[in-house]
Structure formats: structure tokens, C-alpha cells
């Protein structure tokens, strides 16, 4: 305690780097004998977590990791104070963030080592805190590394994959055979129906090559292409030349779509037509780039149009027009079932999106951004549902659909998942499903980060919620007492350089207000996190541990309470995080300094 109380006293960066290493050194070298008083110990966390925002700042430019042997310590010095008989909330609010930075330093061949902090972050999906439940959600979709050879979802951002190639068969667990007929004869099969599309699409070039009609060529092309995804192969169009008129010089696939629109457009009553083969044809040429500009213009022409919404939605930079346009893409009549699925996972993803950037990034007791961050989480769930009652088992995005669906579960499920999390099974089970499926299809690996920390959960849940239930309950009880009385001054982003702020400089903390702009945030972090849900109840402008131990002080410009203070000389009354504060707010305190 006493190093910890030097950090108020040592004004300079070295010297509270060197005391921080101090205190790191300790941890690392406790012996096992060290009795651990409650107080003392909380207050130690208590000081920590208050070092962290100055730690992780963006404009410390320091590390935001720990060593794999200083995080076991403080894992295990954590663990054991949450263990002790009498419960102290104040520990474990403050001991959160302190274990999410231990578990994401650790490397991923020392993640066993992490397992009883996993198990308590498993077992805090269930409290009743729900800005600490979204936090779970996010810690479970970042911890993982992407197997080598991942193959992700074909959505309309991405590449577009291979065609399928069928394999002879695969080997369910329990000694259940899953061949090829399984995939090829179901109705309704992805791989069938980019098998028609990709028949029909051959005989549509034939077609052309024999009989010259653009416009004939064109119109069932556009229908094609509304009705499923089209593999494109410039090398089938030489051969169907080839074998028609070797003398003839075979044509490309832009080539083709570009013709045609432009036959099309000629007659003003295939307008609707010439756009989807224009729309098409822009997209291939240049995918992220002008394809979401002419989409727009499209729908001035039509708002109707529903290739023209599905272009704009899966290339449009702007992820709230994005969302807006693929949920009235929603309410039109006659979608193709493959349409209707593009909008459904374009809205289910974006809507999720959205929830996080609101709820990851407010500040706790924001009622009003709780609302409508929860609310577009239930939306995004209802797309999820919507989406696999519709798809068949191989789908290319149905993998990636049942992801948001569990982690969304997740976290709005809470208490009432079942002490079992059956609902999380179940979709587990459905996801496995699905992935072998898309192998027997000819993709190699389905495998990415966001699986497998939904494995940890599964696999950590069950220990955990029974270590950690009684612990959880009282920690819930106070949680709710303590917050419903909290009354918390603003804060201010620490990372600006001047005050006061431009409503519209990209400075505008966004924890206060999330616009159309949310997309535009900053990834999520521990740093972010802290000024978000997991701000602590440290309301008070100074809090004094005991005599000559540590003094926090809430910083004068953003309002953290933090033990790495800097106080202004020249009236020695206003404390900062760091010199960024300081900077940010000497065009306000110039005036009252000194006074």
C-alpha cells in the first residue's frame, strides 16, 4: 500500500512507471502464505483499475498488454479475495477490467492457464447487470485467433466464393454418414440453386451465341440474378463460342451484362431490368466503389427496386443507410426467397452492429441509450430467427447468422437462459449442423475466432455458474441498490486536445451521444470499456483509502477517478488524468486559475 500511496505523490511519467513496475514485481513474487485482508487487498484492485485509464490511453502510447506470468498473479490474487467469505462489490466492479486485460495478455498456448477466469466471465453472462452482460458478449467474440485457411460467409461484402464442389460424403459424430445426396436432393438447397442459376446461365449463352438477341438474353439474365448468387466464368463463354463458331471471338462476362443493359434500357419498359444487369455489371467491375452511388440513383428512379436495394445494402459505406434501406427492402412485395435471405442477414448483422456500438460505448446509467440499444439487439435477434427458419442447412451465411444469434442470446437471455444454457446448445448443435454441410459442399474450413470463444463459453458456463452462483447473486443484489441511487457528472473525452468542442468535431465523445454516425466508432477496448459499462461507483471527488495511503482524484476535464494524477500548479485545484487532460481544458481553467 505503501508504493500504491507513492503514485499521488510522484508527479512524473518515470517515476510512476517505476512504481507501477514495483508494485508488478510484488504480485508476481507473493508467497502463497500472504494473508489477504479484505481492505487491503480491495483497495489494492481499487487503485489498480484506477490506473488503467491513464495506462491504456490511446495517447500514452504505452503497452495495453501485461507479461503471461504478472496476469496468472493478478488473476489469482483477484480470485482469491472474490472467494472470502464476506463479499466486497467494490473489489469485484473494480476487479473486471483488471481480468479482461490479464485474459486477453495471456498467449493462446497458455489460455488453460486462464480457465478460472474464463469460468467466472461465463458465469456473469447471467447477472442481472445488462451493460456488464454485453460486456461478456463482447469478451467472448475477441479472445480467439482465426484458424489458418478460414473461409467466411458469402454476404454480398465479400468475395464472391467458389461453386461448390460436392464431396462423396462426411461423418457425423456418432457414426452417422452424411453423403452427397444429402445436400444435392433437399429442397430448397443452396447448392442447387446455384447449380440452376449456373445451368440456366449456360444456356442463356448458348442462346445468345446462336441467335444474337440481346434483349431475350437480358431479361432472363436480370431474372436470374434476382433469383439466386451467379459464378462467373469467362472460360465457359469461350468454349460455348468455341464449339458454335470457332470464328467468332468470344465475348467476357462484363462484356455481356454491359451489352445487354444497354439494349435493355432502349425500351423504357425494361428500365427495371437494364438496372439489375447494370447494377451487376458496375459491381463486378468495381465492388466498392460506384456500385452503391448508382444503387441510389436506382432507387430515386424505383423505389421499389429490389436488386437495387440488395447492391446498396452490401456496398454501402454508410452502415446506418445501410441498415435503414435493408429493413425497407423488407416490406416489399415478391422477394425472391435468395433476397429476402441477403436482407434478412444484411439487417440482422448491421442491427447488432448498431446495438453494440451504443451499449459498449454509454455510459451506464443512460436509461435512454439502454433502451434503444436493447432494442435494436431484440430487432437484430427477430432478424436471426427470421433468417433460419427460411435458409436451408447450406446456406453460405447461415454459419454467420447463427453467431449473432448466440451471442445476442446471450446477452439478452441473462437469468433466464437455464442454468444449462439448453437454448445456447441448441444453436450450437444447429451451427455444427450447418458447417458440415458446407463441407460436404466442397468448403474446406468454417472455423473462425468468434466460434471459438463461443466453445470457451459453453465449455466454461457449467463450473463456472456453480463456483461463482453465490458470489454472482449478492454481487447482483448490491449491483442494483448501489447504481439506482448513482449520480454521475458528464465526462468528456480525454483524447481531445481543446475545449470546448464543435458539435460536429470528431472529438464528440460518443458515449453521450450515438447518431446516424455509430458505424464511424472507434473499435471497442478495455479503454473504451471503462468509460462505458464498466465505469465504476467511485462518484465521489476524492476518495482517501486511509492515513498517508493512495488519494484518487476525479480528473477536472473527463471525470475519471483515477490514482495517476497531475495537479495544476498554478491553483493546485484541478487534477488530471494526464497532460492530454490538461491540454484539453486549459482553455477553460485559464480564466479561474489562480483565482
Known sequence: MQLLALLCQDSSDSGKTAILNAISDV????????????????????????????????????????????????????????????????????????????????????????????????????????????????????????????????????????????????????????????????????VALIEQCARDAHMLVRYLAEMGDFQGFGIALADVLVRGPLAYNDEDIAHIYAGWDSRLSPPTWPELLRTAAATLRADPSLLDKADVLDLEYITRADPWGAAASRAEQVLARNPAHAYAHAVFCGHASDYEAALQIARRALELDDLTPYLKRQFLYQAAELSCKKAFAILLNMNPFDSDKTRIGRHEMNLGLQYTYDYIKAAPG?????????????????????????????????????????????QASGYPNWDNRIRTDHRLYTRHFPQGFKKWKRVLTEFDRQDHAIRATMNFPPTRDCTCRSAPQDPGSSCTHRATEVGADWWKQSPTTIYSLLRGPLRCCCNRPRVQFGPDLVLLYRCTWCADATALVRKCTGCENAWYCNPTCQRADWPEHKGKCGQ
Not at 489494492?44 to 498488454?65: D, E, K, Q, R, V
Not at 467474440?141 to 462423396?168: C, F, N, Q, T
Not at 449473432?404 to 455444427?432: F, K
Open 394 to 438: 447450406d446456406c453460405r451465411d447461415l454459419p454467420n447468422v447463427l453467431d449473432l444469434c448466440i451471442n445476442m442470446s446471450i446477452i439478452l437471455g441473462g437469468p433466464e437462459l437455464g442454468d444449462d444454457i439448453g437454448d445456447i446448445r441448441t444453436l450450437t448443435n444447429a451451427l455444427e449442423t450447418s458447417i458440415r454441410l458446407l
Open 27 to 190: 504480485l508476481v513474487r507473493r508467497r502463497p502464505g500472504w494473508s489477504y485482508e479484505l481492505r487491503t487487498s480491495a483497495q489494492i484492485i481499487i487503485t489498480l483499475y484506477h490506473c488503467l485509464p491513464t495506462m491504456l490511453s490511446p495517447a500514452s502510447g504505452a503497452s495495453s498488454g501485461l507479461s503471461a506470468g504478472l496476469s496468472l498473479s493478478v488473476v489469482e490474487f483477484i480470485l482469491k479475495l472474490l472467494r472470502q467469505r464476506f463479499f466486497c462489490y467494490e473489489a469485484m466492479m473494480h476487479a473486471i477490467p483488471i481480468l479482461i486485460l490479464c485474459v486477453r495478455s495471456c498467449p493462446p498456448e497458455r489460455m488453460d492457464s486462464m480457465e478460472p477466469a474464463l469460468e467466472v466471465f461465463a458465469a456473469l453472462s447471467h447477472s442481472r447487470n445488462f451493460g456488464l452482460r454485453c460486456v461478456v458478449g463482447w469478451f467472448f467474440s475477441v479472445l480467439g485467433r482465426a484458424p489458418p485457411g478460414v473461409i467466411y460467409p458469402g454476404s454480398p461484402r465479400a468475395e464472391e466464393p467458389p461453386s461448390p464442389r460436392l464431396a462423396e460424403s462426411d461423418v457425423r459424430p456418432g457414426g452417422e454418414h452424411l453423403t452427397a445426396s444429402d445436400v444435392r436432393v433437399r429442397p430448397g438447397s443452396e
